[in-house]
T-cell receptor
Framework: QKEVEQDPGPLSVPEGAIVSLNCTYS??????FMWYRQYSRKGPELLMY????GNKEDGRFTAQVDKSSKYISLFIRDSQPSDSATYLC?????????FGTGTRLQVFP | DAMVIQNPRYQVTQFGKPVTLSCSQT?????MYWYQQKSSQAPKLLFH???????NEADTPDNFQSRRPNTSFCFLDIRSPGLGDAAMYLC???????????????FGPGTRLTVT
């Protein structure tokens, strides 16, 4: 079983839609959960992180962690064409990041 | 602006011809990482430096080597590139474990390597 699993998509939605991106993980000891955004031909950039369980909100983005089911989610409200990118979930294992494969999101006008 | 810089952005090399990729940072971070990312795959950690301490991942092939001559620079050497080594190579930095926001890794734009 992979340590982090992510639905690769691609996901195509109209502008203004609510987007839900999800990952599962295997090790209940993990504590830091991150979402990175990667535009085409660019390096990943940290979008949000969550420590332990719960929700964290930043503008149109909400990160959610459910440790009981080992499930992490990123919600994007009022999606914009500029949100079109690959979204990678990542989990911090001591000082190393374990990435999911990424979900490619396309928001069309 | 503080940043992570990678050169070149695109590199073409021949099968078996050694190649070196470069990374520099102005963030003064202790930790530097090299990742390999193939198309539609997750970035895969090759190795990382904590200051001058080199940490190799168990499944990183011997063909991949790294040097960190000082805090700012780190190099990835591929001794004999094969066709399977064509990928995006990402450099990242972070603060040392225990420091504020040490969980955050800052990535460079990557070097896309083509092997012909």
């Amino acid at each position: 079983q992979k340590e982090v699993e992510q639905d690769p998509g691609p996901l195509s939605v109209p502008e203004g839609a609510i987007v839900s991106l999800n990952c599962t993980y295997s090790n209940s000891a993990f504590q830091y959960f991150m979402w990175y955004r990667q535009y085409s031909r660019k390096g990943p950039e940290l979008l949000m992180y969550t420590y332990s369980s719960g929700n964290k909100e930043d503008g149109r983005f909400t990160a959610q962690v459910d440790k009981s089911s080992k499930y992490i989610s990123l919600f994007i409200r009022d999606s914009q064409p500029s949100d079109s990118a690959t979204y990678l979930c990542a989990i911090l294992n001591t000082d190393k990041l374990i990435f999911g494969t990424g979900t490619r999101l396309q928001v069309f006008p | 602006d503080a940043m992570v810089i990678q050169n070149p952005r695109y590199q073409v090399t021949q099968f078996g011809k050694p190649v070196t990729l470069s990374c520099s940072q102005t963030l003064n971070h202790n930790v530097m990482y090299w990742y390999q990312q193939k198309s539609s795959q997750a970035p895969k950690l090759l190795f990382h430096y904590y200051d001058k301490d080199f940490n190799n991942e168990a499944d990183t092939p011997d063909n991949f080597q790294s040097r960190r001559p000082n805090t700012s620079f780190c190099f990835l050497d591929i001794r004999s590139p094969g066709l399977g080594d064509a990928a995006m190579y990402l450099c990242a930095t972070s603060r040392a474990p225990g420091q504020v926001n040490s969980y955050e890794q800052y990535f460079g734009p990557g070097t896309r390597l083509t092997v012909t």
